[in-house]
């Protein structure tokens, strides 16, 4: 398809390396996008660079805004992340069981360099070779390798949700507090399970397979299940019951029939202390999914407070009555 003129995807590679499929058909998704709401179209308007890049001390996707040009940065290290901890999930026959048919159990294959060696800290890395188990399931193999990409899709879509909502312009343009950024935070999440729900096949199965990459974006990084949140950012089950509701509006949207998958929340707990050997606040995450004190109040401060201060700065509709009912996609 043809590429909005002012859209530039960037790929840092390695010389002789070939442009993996996942990367080419995200870049098609996000162009896709952009051309339906003819945005970076305009000459001696704003620019968008979508870059891939090697950096090994870093996993974490970013977004910025300065004068006319948005950046999207991609570390190609948190595919290596998202690929190593899919894969050590669904190797394990208790995460998931709905999936696969084969008897317990998993083979192990070495890769070598320089990978991360979990999320538990997302720039903790392991210089030595180490082994990987992968699954000896077909259909939990081709899971895990769905799982990566749909979570690489989520990444990228989070980002873009914060560029085109104008999140980006407006931590250029002022100092934002911490409640700001939360808000901000919060927006993009459920921008971007939206967004996937739109890429994917409109089947139960695949609106699942979403809200399980949403498990593993959010889950999976330190400190992660804890009501303190990381930084600016919400809590990690917050984040995920945003995202959830994401894909819910958009599956009722869709006319799919598909029911709210919280129940996966204690397998991946468990996987989380399997994998780290930290502990889930299961209590924690039982008063999440029942308290909707705190979405409320998001949403109100939401309305009061961040819409103004974003409407000269978006590049789409913004939503009126929070992040959780966005017009846009109506």
Known sequence: MTHPPHFYPVYRIAPGQAFPKWQRELVEAVAAYLSQRSLYQQGGGR??????????DECRAYASARGSVDEIVVPTTLHSVLFDISFRLMAD???????????????AHGY???????????????????????PADPARHAY???????????????????VVQGHTALKDAEELSV??????????????????????ERTPDSFRAASRAALLVHM???????PRGVGSHPDAVHRYLLSLYGLMIQAERSGVAWSNPVGDLPQMATAYELLTGARADRHYIAECCHDTHLMSERLEYWQRVMRPKLRSHAMVALPTTGPSKDELFE
């Open 112 to 134: 070598d360099g320089r990978l991360p060696a979990s999320l538990a800290d997302l720039v903790t890395l392991t210089s030595a070779p180490y082994t990987i188990p992968v």
């Open 220 to 226: 999976m990084s330190k400190d992660a299940w804890s």
């Open 144 to 162: 895990a390798h769905a799982l990566c990409v749909l979570s690489m899709y989520l990444v990228v879509f989070h980002e873009l949700g914060h």
């Open 93 to 107: 026959t208790s995460v998931f069981p709905d999936i696969g048919t084969s008897p317990p159990g998993a083979h």
């Open 179 to 200: 409640r700001d950024q939360d808000c901000l935070e919060a927006a993009a999440d459920q921008y971007a399970a939206l967004m996937l729900g739109q890429v994917i």
């Open 47 to 56: 620019s968008l660079f979508l870059i891939f890049r090697g950096m090994p």
